[in-house]
């Protein structure tokens, strides 16, 4: 018995159906393995952060002056010890801020003071205090941020300046990433 000509094309459409199925199954399999490897590559690149926890002065130096909108940075401990800093700076200088985030009045009155340069500070949350030198646009910008370091529960300072073009809406978020990956 032969087939009629519908019939014959209604075997080819159910081929070409058929045919075009089986491209979707072999895309949607193409697009799951992606996702994996996908998936695999961020939790790789997740331990390598993890992996990044240091207290070596000399590598904290290397990762702070890589990152080009900081005009100076400095990182130090509870005690007031520097544990990597990108300026030299007074003892002094240092062990005022470990007192800053204990009355807003007082560290909004008197400002922070480094290298000798007073900043008006006019930011306060409760791990961020910010302001700068002089005008909006024109000055340098500072930042003090307390935080604790994920790895060993240690809490530290990172202290950041900043000039413009950079403002503190630019340099704060970095400073933050940065010390989550301490």
Known sequence: MSKSGSEK????EIEKTEIQKDESEEKDLKTSKNEEENEIENEKEKENTKKKVTDDPETLLKKLETIKQFACAIIFDKKGKVIASTV????????????????????????FVL??????????????IYGR????????????H??????????????????YPVLSSRAIP?????????
């Open 133 to 144: 030198n002089g005008k909006a646009g024109e000055g340098p910008g500072i930042c003090l």
């Open 88 to 111: 030299k700076t007074k003892s002094k200088e240092i062990k005022a801020y470990l007192t800053a985030f204990d009355s807003y009045d007082v560290t909004v009155g008197n400002g």
């Open 115 to 128: 290298n000798g340069l007073h900043y008006i500070v006019y930011r306060f949350y409760d791990t961020l």
């Open 9 to 12: 094309e209604n075997e080819k």
């Open 174 to 182: 970095i400073l933050q990433k940065f010390c989550k990956e301490l």
């Open 146 to 163: 307390k935080f604790t370091r994920t790895s060993d529960e240690k809490e530290l300072f990172a202290l950041i300046t900043y000039k």
